[in-house]
């Protein structure tokens, strides 16, 4: 399974992104779904998350609010909307896919991951 993110980018504090995440190859039919960060000298942290079917979202406490995941089952794809961007938003984001188990903000829990994709917040 390969997951390629896009949607990244250069923008002005309280400006907004879409990031994109969609899986290709040997798929299955459901996974749970997560966006997490990593910004410059700072360890991967969990954004946010969403379950198999969608029916429950997970945030961390710096985005809520202004941050949605979503997803496209069917597509086996994942999406991130993210508005009123903060300077400390900037960090590369990484998709994470979990093909087991309940949604968890612990990265070492996941299965598959993308190659990453820059978002830079200008203030």
């Known amino acids: 399974v390969q997951l390629q993110a896009s949607g990244g980018g250069l923008v002005q504090a309280g400006g907004s992104l879409r990031l994109s995440c969609a899986a290709s190859?040997?798929?299955?039919?459901?996974?749970?779904m997560s966006w997490f960060r990593q910004a410059p000298g700072k360890e991967r942290e969990f954004v946010a998350g969403i379950t198999r079917r969608g029916s429950n979202t997970y945030y961390a406490d710096s985005v809520k609010g202004r941050f949605t995941i979503s997803r496209e089952n069917a597509l086996n794809v994942v999406n991130l909307q993210m508005n009123s961007l903060k300077s400390e938003d900037t960090a590369v984001y990484y998709c994470a896919f979990r093909l087991a188990g309940v949604l968890t903000a612990y990265a070492e829990n996941y299965n598959y991951w993308g190659q990453g994709t820059q978002v830079t917040v200008s203030s």
């Open positions: 190859g040997r798929t299955s039919s459901s996974y749970v």
